[in-house]
T-cell receptor, first 114, second 113 residues
Framework: DQQVKQNSPSLSVQEGRISILNCDYTNSMFDYFLWYKKYPAEGPTFLISISSIKDKNEDGRFTVFLNKSAKHLSLHIVPSQPGDSAVYFCAAENSGGSNYKLTFGKGTLLTVNP | GAGVSQSPRYKVAKRGQDVALRCDPISGHVSLFWYQQALGQGPEFLTYFQNEAQLDKSGLPSDRFFAERPEGSVSTLKIQRTQQEDSAVYLC???????????FGQGTRLTVV
């Protein structure tokens, strides 16, 4: 039973356009959400996060939106650059829990074409 | 060091062999996590340390898996009598405090043949 779902295994976008990566979750106890970016043969790199008390967080070209009622979050990258090509993982945490573990989705492979 | 360091980067083990994977967290980071990432999947939680205390080992798939962090810094994940299904990338992550962002190492790719 996947608690964090990324339903699009891959996404292809033209350079300069917007990339939108989606993530759904089922566990209503999750209250902190993170996006990680992963290049081949490297570990995941933290990108941006959002707490459930907010509905938007922005950092440069990256914006994460959270819709708690729909249990849905999305990552927007504007404008997309070829260097953004990587696998993006959505992760969720129950910060009120005792172990602070992250639950990850399966990832979305983003390809930004020049 | 500047980041989380894991060794070895790659390990090939014969079925039945024991392996030990090492993680050097970021200096001063209290929390340390181990995750297992199978091909085409997201990382899955294995175990969590706060300093030297192993507070959660609910994700360890069997009693062949054992982790320790005796001095609250370096951690070792040991897998006894490896099986083919143990083949995966093992990721270590550390964070400054339990609520902080987790920073990941490059991982150890284990292949059991």
């Amino acid at each position: 039973d996947q608690q964090v779902k990324q339903n699009s295994p891959s996404l292809s976008v033209q350079e300069g356009r917007i990339s939108i990566l989606n993530c759904d979750y089922t566990n209503s106890m999750f209250d902190y959400f993170l996006w990680y970016k992963k290049y081949p043969a490297e570990g995941p790199t933290f990108l941006i996060s959002i707490s459930s008390i907010k509905d938007k967080n922005e950092d440069g070209r990256f914006t994460v939106f959270l819709n708690k009622s729909a249990k849905h979050l999305s990552l927007h990258i504007v404008p997309s650059q070829p260097g953004d090509s990587a696998v993006y993982f959505c992760a969720a945490e129950n910060s009120g829990g005792s172990n602070y573990k992250l639950t990850f989705g399966k990832g979305t492979l983003l390809t930004v074409n020049p | 060091g500047a980041g989380v360091s894991q060794s070895p980067r790659y390990k090939v083990a014969k079925r039945g062999q024991d392996v030990a994977l090492r993680c050097d967290p970021i200096s001063g980071h209290v929390s340390l996590f181990w995750y297992q990432q199978a091909l085409g999947q997201g990382p899955e939680f294995l175990t969590y340390f706060q300093n030297e205390a192993q507070l959660d080992k609910s994700g360890l798939p069997s009693d062949r898996f054992f982790a320790e962090r005796p001095e609250g810094s370096v951690s070792t994940l040991k897998i006894q009598r490896t099986q083919q299904e143990d083949s995966a990338v093992y990721l270590c992550a550390s964070s400054l405090a339990h609520e902080g962002v987790a920073f990941f190492g490059q991982g150890t790719r284990l292949t059991v043949v």
